[in-house]
T-cell receptor, first 118, second 111 residues
Framework: DTGVSQDPRHKITKRGQNVTFRCDPI?????LYWYRQTLGQGPEFLTY????????KSRLLSDRFSAERPKGSFSTLEIQRTEQGDSAMYLC????????????????FGDGTRLSIL | EDQVTQSPEALRLQEGESSSLNCSYT??????LFWYRQDPGKGPEFLFT???AGEEKEKERLKATLTKKESFLHITAPKPEDSATYLC????????????FGSGTKLNVKP
């Protein structure tokens, strides 16, 4: 168990540029979540995957955001035409849910990607 | 609207001074309430899951309890290494794919 890893740890970019983040969940974890966290706030849910299927998207996830999880392994989160308000920590979490489970297994978080928009 | 409110926002304790953190929630049917610890620059670390009113969980100096409207995280004789932000999150019965986090309580334990 090597934990959830996220890459890069820090990203600085100019407004209007596109950025992509990667998350490698714990091996064999079938659920993967993306969250956004700003300073002094708790994580806000963005989207969730069950294996390779994206099953839930928050209204926070505008058209500029897209997430994928090809083959149910790693996941990517892309933000197009970044804006100042996108500056935040982007967290990925994974969990192992048994068949028929109700999603209440503990989520294991990575240490996030901190995005700064100049 | 589902909501999670944590208090206080910040708490400063002397080493050995016990206290409690509060997590109040409004959700249409609670499926689970989760406590996490978050250190600066790190992702949240899972502590406890509580499912029903009256349930209690313990781990070292931490004890979590749950009522129908709130949860408490009791810290007994804290040590400086307990300093962190403590987050709670709720999961609703009607949509168990989403988790709503509070803003956290930042705990500082002075030696």
């Amino acid at each position: 168990d090597t934990g959830v890893s996220q890459d890069p740890r820090h990203k600085i970019t100019k407004r209007g540029q596109n950025v992509t983040f990667r998350c490698d969940p714990i091996s064999e974890h079938n659920r993967l979540y993306w969250y956004r966290q700003t300073l002094g706030q708790g994580p806000e849910f963005l989207t969730y995957f069950q294996n390779e299927a994206q099953l839930e998207k928050s209204r926070l996830l505008s058209d500029r955001f897209s997430a994928e999880r090809p083959k149910g392994s790693f996941s990517t989160l892309e933000i197009q035409r970044t804006e100042q308000g996108d500056s935040a920590m982007y967290l990925c979490a994974s969990s192992l849910e048994p068949p028929g489970g109700v999603g209440n297994q503990p989520q294991h978080f990575g240490d996030g990607t901190r995005l700064s928009i100049l | 609207e589902d909501q999670v409110t944590q208090s206080p926002e910040a708490l400063r304790l002397q080493e050995g001074e016990s206290s409690s953190l509060n997590c109040s929630y409004t959700v249409s049917g609670l499926r689970g309430l989760f406590w996490y610890r978050q250190d600066p620059g790190k992702g949240p670390e899972f502590l406890f899951t509580l499912y029903s009113a009256g349930e209690e969980k313990e781990k070292e100096r931490l004890k979590a309890t749950l009522t129908k409207k709130e949860s408490f995280l009791h810290i007994t004789a804290p040590k400086p290494e307990d300093s962190a932000t403590y987050l709670c999150a709720v999961q609703a019965r009607y949509n168990f794919n989403k988790f709503y986090f509070g803003s956290g309580t930042k705990l500082n334990v002075k030696p």
